[in-house]
C-alpha cells in the first residue's frame, strides 16, 4: 500500500511556474514508476509525465514537453513536476499516481495502483 499527497498548487499568472510536490508513505517508494496526470472540468484525465523507479528514465506527453520537468528523490521519497512557462490550459486538478508494477505501459492512468487526492492549478491570463 502506498499513500500519496500532493502539494504545491495554487494561482499563478500566464508565463509563471509552479513546483508540485507528491510525499509518499508507504512500501518502497523506489520501487514505484511515479506519474503525474491532470484533469480539467469536463476533460478525461490526461496522462502529463513519468519517471522510473531510480529516476534514469523520464517521459513526457507532448503537450508539457520541454515545459514541464519529473524528478524524484527516494531519500526523501517524494516525487516533483517542476512546471514553467504556464498557460491557462494547464488550468486543471493535478494528481501524482504509484505503479508498483511497471509493464512498461506509463502514459495510461489504469497501469497506476496509487493516487493521491489532487492539487489544483489554476493559471490566470
Known amino acids: 500500500q502506498v499513500q500519496l499527497v500532493e502539494s504545491g498548487g495554487g494561482l499563478v499568472q500566464a508565463g509563471g511556474s509552479l513546483r508540485l510536490s507528491c510525499a509518499a508513505s508507504?512500501?518502497?517508494?523506489?520501487?514505484?514508476?511515479m506519474g503525474w496526470f491532470r484533469q480539467a472540468p469536463g476533460k478525461e484525465r490526461e496522462f502529463l509525465s513519468a519517471?522510473?523507479?531510480?529516476?534514469?528514465?523520464?517521459y513526457y506527453a507532448d503537450s508539457v514537453k520541454g515545459r514541464f520537468t519529473i524528478s524524484r528523490d527516494n531519500a526523501k521519497n517524494t516525487a516533483y513536476l517542476q512546471m514553467s512557462s504556464l498557460k491557462p490550459e494547464d488550468t486543471a486538478v493535478y494528481y501524482c499516481?504509484?505503479?508498483?508494477?511497471?509493464?512498461?505501459?506509463?502514459?495510461?492512468?489504469?497501469?497506476?495502483?496509487?493516487w493521491g487526492q489532487g492539487t489544483q492549478v489554476t493559471v490566470s491570463s
Open positions: 499516481a504509484a505503479d508498483p508494477n511497471y509493464r512498461g505501459i506509463y502514459y495510461m492512468a489504469s497501469e497506476y495502483d496509487y
Open positions: 508507504g512500501r518502497a517508494f523506489g520501487a514505484n514508476v
Open positions: 519517471i522510473s523507479g531510480r529516476g534514469r528514465s523520464t
